[in-house]
Nanobody
Framework: QVQLVESGGGLVQAGGSLRLSCVAS??????????RGWFRQAPGKEREFVAV????????SYADSVKGRFTISRDNAKNMVYLQMNSLKPEDTAVYYC??????????????WGQGTQVTVSS
């Protein structure tokens, strides 16, 4: 099995930045053979796609709502994936989840999930 742990969440003012990290432990083949992604879930809403990166880091995709503001990256040697979030908006407030072992924008395409880290953006 693979365990994912997110960190780096917190409270930030609108326009500020945060960098989320996610480390994978256990059996990690799927985390490098397939893509890794970030999703988020606001209170009362469904979990939604934020960003995904291929195993090599050569291909990335972003939700329209975060394009130009967020950047996903990974370090396979450290089993890490990152989400740099700039120009944060109150609408970005959510629990952010790290996902691994899949690809694309669908939550059901990923095999492993972290526990989530809270990001709160104040106006």
């Amino acid at each position: 099995q693979v365990q994912l742990v997110e960190s780096g969440g917190g409270l930030v003012q609108a326009g500020g930045s945060l960098r989320l990290s996610c480390v994978a432990s256990g059996r990690t083949f799927s985390t490098v053979a397939r893509g890794r992604g970030w999703f988020r879930q606001a209170p009362g809403k469904e979990r939604e796609f934020v960003a995904v990166i291929s195993w090599s880091g050569g291909s990335t995709s972003y939700a329209d709502s975060v394009k130009g503001r967020f950047t996903i990256s990974r370090d396979n040697a450290k089993n890490m994936v990152y989400l740099q979030m700039n120009s944060l908006k109150p609408e970005d407030t959510a629990v952010y989840y790290c996902a691994a072992g899949g690809s694309g924008v669908k939550v059901d395409s990923y095999d492993y999930w972290g526990q989530g880290t809270q990001v709160t953006v104040s106006s």
